[in-house]
């Protein structure tokens, strides 16, 4: 599962298509806590993580949203820019 970003102690990953299921999310990692969250909607689709920290990671997918999904298409991962 590659790592697409790191910032303020979030790891987020993306795991290779065939292996994950629809919709396209991101799995975010903080500390202990662990979610997967819907590209589109921004929702939380299972785990949790404490609501700051949730609305950094939504902050940053709004950003990358279009480069996201083109990652969930192609498989084709690289490093996104952290949240500043």
């Known amino acids: 599962m590659p790592v697409i970003s790191r910032f303020y102690g979030i790891i987020i990953r993306m ?3 065939q292996a994950e299921h629809n919709p396209p ?3 975010a990692i903080y500390g202990e806590e662990v979610a997967a969250i819907d590209i589109q909607t921004y929702e939380v ?3 949790q993580l404490p609501p700051k920290i949730l ?3 939504r902050e ?3 950003i990358h949203q279009k480069e996201l999904f083109h990652m969930w298409d192609t498989q ?3 490093p996104l820019s952290p949240l500043e």
């Open 15 to 17: 795991y290779f298509q």
């Open 25 to 27: 999310h991101i799995h």
């Open 45 to 47: 689709m299972e785990g």
């Open 55 to 57: 609305t950094m990671i």
């Open 60 to 62: 940053w997918v709004q």
């Open 76 to 78: 084709e991962f690289k």
